[in-house]
């Protein structure tokens, strides 16, 4: 055979074997790109950024602001027009001591007062249930009066008078004509006494004497029943007395003696109610400051 003829067969060979052999051997299938694990610093490089949560009133920290306080525009406040000189009716309207008092602290205080008449021994039940706000009416301070109320400073007090007849405290009242009664000793059995009711007077006679006791609704009323001859003395607060006689000089009154008690009038207000109460002291200051207190003074209480 010629040389060329046997490189064709040859190769014809090579091929048909070539053909075989991938036939029989499985084509190897490439196999998924694995996962390439990213260094930390490119990793961060490449997460998104946390989206920041803006910091709301509900959600932040600091503390809140306090909101103040309104403003109090009206005292409401309860009163007994029966201590003249301090509080009575005149020509059908409230007057007296007390009265231009606390007109002038509403005055410098910048508030109004909405006065409601009431008797005296239903005011300090009426500050304790809300009724009124503060009172008004020569109060007496006492330490059981303190457990039911709070109370301003002094605006009366002894040693702050014009002349001694003006001090704070109880007194006794007889008539012109009488020589028995001396003293608290005279208010013995026999005498007849009249008071106030719920009054600091009240208390003292019914504890320093054995008189006979006539209560009453209003001072002036007990010092009226002494002139007319009903009664044989009144214990009841000396600027009253001393009131009712510049008023009616031919009722034949006299005070007999001094003070028997020694006492400071303040403003009472309700235990519940602070911020009234640090008003009214306020504008008690600022009238004394400011001289309106001495003139109101000057104008109630003078020599009888």
Avoid at 116 to 122: G, H, I, L, T
Avoid at 252 to 258: C, L, N, S, T, Y
Wanted: glycine share 8%.
């Amino acid at each position: 055979m010629p040389a060329y003829l046997r490189l064709i067969v040859l190769g014809i060979a090579l091929l048909a074997f070539a053909a075989c052999g991938g036939a029989s051997t499985p084509t190897a299938t490439p196999a998924p790109p694995t996962a390439t694990s990213v260094p930390p610093s490119q990793a961060a490089a490449t997460e998104p950024a946390a989206t920041e949560v803006p910091v709301t009133a509900s959600t932040a920290t600091e503390p809140a602001v306090e909101t103040a306080a309104p403003a109090i525009e009206v005292v409401t406040v309860g009163i007994d027009p029966a201590f003249e000189p301090f509080v009575f009716v005149q020509d059908g309207k409230l007057a007296g001591f007390d009265v231009d008092l606390l007109n002038a602290m509403a005055a410098a205080g910048d508030f109004e007062v909405a006065y409601v008449v009431s008797s005296f021994d239903e005011i300090l039940s009426g500050l304790q249930s809300g009724k009124y706000d503060a009172a008004i009416c020569a109060i007496t301070v006492t330490d059981e009066r303190k457990l039911l109320v709070d109370f301003t400073p002094p605006y009366f007090e002894s040693g702050k008078a014009p002349v001694s007849f003006y001090n704070p405290g109880q007194g006794i009242a007889i008539r012109t004509d009488n020589t028995t009664i001396t003293g608290v000793e005279s208010l013995t059995e026999g005498v007849r006494l009249g008071v106030k009711t719920g009054t600091t007077g009240a208390t003292f006679a019914a504890e320093n004497t054995t008189a006979e006791l006539v209560e009453f609704p209003a001072s002036p009323a007990a010092i009226e029943a002494l002139a007319a001859g009903d009664l044989d003395a009144v214990i009841v607060d000396i600027p009253v007395i001393v009131g009712y006689i510049k008023s009616n000089p031919a009722a034949g009154i006299r005070i007999m003696g001094g003070p028997v008690t020694e006492e400071v009038y303040a403003i009472a207000v309700g235990k519940e109610k602070p911020a009234v109460l640090a008003l009214l002291d306020a504008a008690l200051v600022e009238v004394q400051d400011s001289g309106a207190y001495d003139q109101i003074y000057n104008h109630w209480f003078g020599t009888p």
